[in-house]
């Protein structure tokens, strides 16, 4: 069984930095795709981030272009997400979904059904 946990959310004023985790177990992350999405109050789920481990490929929104970046621990079998310049408008539930394939493509990466394990979210919100 695959489980995948989310922490590190909270509340945080504009300008802000955060860094999320997702400790996944049941399986070993580091030979499949795993991507970082998020969901606003009214809005649909959107894509943040992905990684193609086997690669190192790494592709992200372009609303989070330099100030998010993806990083892994094979160790500890757990994905993080460094959010920094955080903006109001990055407030959403944050979630974390395993692919049981590499993704080698953004538009792959980018696409929620590609991936078939998600977490339960964690909440971030910033402050203006």
């Known amino acids: 069984q695959v489980q995948l946990v989310e922490s590190g959310g909270g509340l945080v004023q504009a300008g802000g930095s955060l860094r999320l985790s997702c400790a996944a177990s049941?399986?070993?992350?580091?030979?499949?795709?795993m991507g970082w999405f998020r969901q606003a109050p009214g809005k649909e789920r959107e894509f943040v981030v992905g990684?193609?481990?086997?690669?190192?490929?790494?592709y992200y929104a372009d609303s989070v272009k330099g100030r998010f970046t993806i990083s892994g621990d094979n160790a500890k079998n757990t994905v993080y997400l460094q959010m920094n310049s955080l903006k109001p408008e990055d407030t959403s539930v944050y979630y974390c979904?395993?692919?049981?394939?590499?993704?080698?493509?953004?538009?792959?990466?980018?696409?929620?059904?590609?991936?078939?394990?998600w977490g339960q979210g964690t909440q971030v919100t910033v402050s203006s």
């Open positions: 979904a395993s692919a049981v394939w590499p993704l080698t493509t953004a538009q792959d990466m980018g696409r929620d059904s590609n991936y078939p394990y």
């Open positions: 049941g399986r070993t992350f580091s030979r499949y795709a």
């Open positions: 990684i193609n481990w086997s690669s190192g490929s790494t």
